[in-house]
Every structure is written in C-alpha cells, then in structure tokens.
C-alpha cells in the first residue's frame, strides 16, 4: 500500500494546477457521496412496523442515528480541530466500514431490536465531513472544492433514495437489507476516490499567500477563537441550528412529504435534488472570483438571506394556489440548501481568511453541527411525543414559517457584526503594520 502511495503522489505532482483541482474536487464528491450510501439509504423505506413506546419505528430508527451521528460531532469538536494530516485515508475508510457492518448487524435482527444498530452506524459518520474537508481546505480554489463536495449532501441524499428503492420494488430486496447492499454498491468508488484524495498534493504557496495556513488548534487555541468572534458564532450557530433541522427533516421524511402533496414517483427524489445540487454548485463556485476575502464573506451573507427570504415567498406563494405543489418542494429545498451549503463549504473558510486566523475549518464547523443535530433530534422528540400532531408535510411547512424569517433576521445581525468587527481589526492592523515600519526605520537610522 505504501508503495502505491508513494506511486500514487508521484505521479499526482506532475499534474497541472487546473487538472488538480478537478480531480480533488470529484475526488471529495465521490467520497461524500459514497459515505452517504452508507448513511441515508434506510431513509427510503416506509417501516411498517407502528409504533414503539408511542413513537413510529421509522422515526426511532432516525432518531438513533441522528443521536449517533451527534455524539459523533460532538467528539469531533477536539478530534478534527486536532487531528491535521495524519492517517486521514485510513480513518475515513475504517469509519465508515464500522458503519457497514452495523447495517450488516441492521439486516439480521429483528426489529424493534435492531434499532441499536441504526445508533452504531451514525456513531462513526460524523467525522467523515471533516476528514474529507482537510483535503480542501486552505486552498484558492476552496470554494469550487467545497461547493463541489457539499452538493453531494444535495446529489446523493436523492441518489442513494432512488437506489434504495429501486433494490426494494425491483430487486425485492427486503427493507433490512436494502441499506446494507446499498453500501455495497459504492465500496468500490469509496476506495478509489479516498485513495485519490489522499495522493493529491498539499496546499502551495499561492495558496498560503491568498489564505491562511491551517494547523490544529489545541484546547487553548479553541478557547481563544470562540471569545474573539462568540457574539458572530453564537448568532451564526443559531442560524445553522434553525436549517439543519429543516434539512433534516426534508432529508429524513422527503418521501412522506412528497407523498403529502400527492407525489409518489421514486424517480422525483434525485431528479429534483440533482437540478438542486447543480443551481447551488454554480452559486458557491462564483465565488471562487471574489479574491477579496471581505467581499467574498458579504457575498456569502447576502445568499444565505436570500435563502431565507425565498423559503418565505414559496411557501406563501404555495398557500395561496399561486405556484404547483412541485415548484414549492423544489424552491424550498434549493433556498434550505442555500442556506445550509454555505456554512458547510464556504462561510468558515473566508472567515478565517478575512481575519487571517490560523486553526482549521474542522473545529468550528463541528461546533455548530454538534448543535444543529441536537436540535434535530430534540425536534423529532417533540413532534413524536404528541407535543406536535401534524403529518410531515404539513410539519415542514410550519417549520419553514417559523425559522427562515427568524434566521433571515439573524444572518443580517451576522452581517452586521462581521463587517463592524473587520473595520476594528483594519485599523488594529494598520497601526500595527505603522509601528513595524517605525520600528524598522529607527534601527536603520541608528546603525
């Protein structure tokens, strides 16, 4: 293996720049991909087994992977921000293999046993972002990298759906089963694009030049970044907290929710994701234009309120009969992914950039994912506990009513605050910059 490594990045040095970063960049797409395979495919299956303990068993079986998925993030708060360059191949196909064979251990026992196994298979995949992400980021190409990557989150969760079902109605694989051969159809892809990810060179000068140098960042490092920027994180964690719920839950139940309003093609899943993934992909990788790194962090801003406003009009305009069932599932699912794409590929990235922090993206990333899937799994909680009666689909509605105007109204206080906070670091910069110059003047008149 070391030897085809070493192979691997030989050769992997003579490419060009350009031919880098498309292959790095579908390098993270197959790979995000492939963990999704491993992760969402159970998500197309009904579950008809009732209820346990007052609670559908399809929502027990997402809410123990959510909740795994969740300590997971938690963890990786100190294990990514820690964690560097070192044997990042290796954990990524060792996490996600232990989550195969929970869906394995899934297919054998019965239910509403083998829920447990649904727990064990979220546990390990929620370092899997971050792992990946260390490949990309740093780079002057971060932003098509990132935005390539997370429209897998777009892509996939439809495809591997599609799949799923496509192996239960044509295949007559059974339900329990159905995730396990799933995984099995994207091992090969797994392996082949980890392996090239992982040969593909480091971040170059130009690259250091334009951004910042990433490093791990020890307890105190972490400590010290959260109090400089808390007031910005803690409005943006909300924000996120609010759009990761909506995406789980248009994630988890998109097929009850298509079939609320009357649409039950399985082919709908990855037909409207994927024009959803392309739409997002171009708007991200514009960026990529934005040299400026304050400009590119407004930019970002102003399409995460755009997002915001645009769940708000679609659902309105859905209400009052002025735009098909369809056009509203779809709108809303680009503007949730307008929203919520950002913070995965791009948002942190130019922060640290703007402000030219050291540490890496990892850290604070999985800060806000830790609390976005607390919320999600203390929404599932509420709704299934009879706190909330109401079918998914008219559960996603209210939840679109009730937060994309609060975050709207937060990402303009994010705004507000970043740029109030970059004009205090331009000036501390400049004085800084005048007193080394001083500095240097005086000693060179006293020699």
């Known amino acids: 293996m070391n030897k085809l490594l070493k192979y691997g990045r030989k050769q992997a040095a003579k490419l060009s720049f350009p031919l880098i970063t498309v292959v790095t960049a579908l390098a993270a797409f197959g790979c995000y991909t492939s963990m999704y395979a491993f992760r ?16 559908n068993y399809k929502v027990w079986l997402v809410i123990a992977q959510v909740f795994g998925y969740m300590l997971s993030k938690f963890y990786g708060i100190r294990f990514i921000a820690e964690q560097g360059y070192n044997l990042r191949a290796p ?27 649904l727990f064990i298979n979220g546990l390990p995949l929620g370092l899997i972002w971050g792992l990946v992400f260390s490949y990309l980021e740093g ?32 295949a007559h694989v059974s339900v329990y089963w159905m995730p396990f051969f799933t995984g099995l159809l994207f091992v090969v892809p797994l392996l082949i694009c980890t392996f090239l990810l992982e040969v593909m060179p480091p971040p170059d000068v130009k690259d250091l030049a334009l951004r910042t140098v990433r490093t791990t960042m020890n307890g105190a490092d972490r400590k010290n970044f959260l109090m400089n920027y808390l007031p910005g994180l803690a409005v943006t964690v909300i924000i996120y907290v609010l759009f990761t719920v909506l995406r789980d839950v248009r994630d988890n139940f998109e097929v009850e929710i298509w079939a609320d309003i ?8 990855a037909q409207t994701n994927s024009i959803i993934a392309l739409v997002v992909l171009v708007m991200v990788s514009l960026l990529i234009v934005v040299k400026n790194n304050l400009a590119a962090f407004t930019l970002i801003h102003g399409m995460i309120i755009s997002g915001c406003l645009m769940a708000v009009l679609a659902t309105w305009l859905m209400e009052k009969s002025l735009i098909s069932n ?7 699912g680009l503007s949730i992914y307008m929203v919520y794409i950002p913070y995965n590929a791009i948002f942190f990235e130019r922060l640290l950039a703007t402000f030219r922090c050291g540490g890496n993206i990892g850290f604070i990333m999985y800060v806000a994912d830790a609390c976005g899937y607390l919320g999600s799994v203390a929404v599932l909680l509420v709704r299934e506990l009879s706190f909330v009666q109401l079918s998914w689909g008219h559960f996603f509605i209210n939840a679109i009513w009730n937060t994309a105007l609060l975050a709207g109204v937060l990402a303009c206080l994010s705004l507000f605050y970043f740029r109030n906070k970059y004009k205090k670091y331009a000036i501390t910069k400049e004085v800084d910059d005048a007193y080394v110059l001083t500095s240097n003047s005086t000693q060179s008149s006293n020699i």
Do not use: H, Q
């Open 262 to 269: 009357g649409i039950t093609d399985n082919r709908i899943y």
């Open 40 to 55: 969402k495919a159970f998500t197309a299956g009904t579950f008809d087994e009732g209820d346990l303990l007052g609670i």
């Open 326 to 332: 369809v056009t509203w599932m779809s709108v809303t």
């Open 139 to 170: 780079r002057r190409t971060t932003e098509l990298l990132g935005a390539v990557m997370s429209v897998s989150l777009v892509f996939a969760s439809g495809l591997v759906k599609t799949i799923g079902s496509l192996l239960i109605l044509n």
């Open 91 to 117: 954990k990524i196909l060792l996490l996600i293999g232990i989550s195969w064979f929970a869906l394995f251990g899934f297919a054998l026992v019965p239910a509403p046993f083998n829920i447990v196994f």
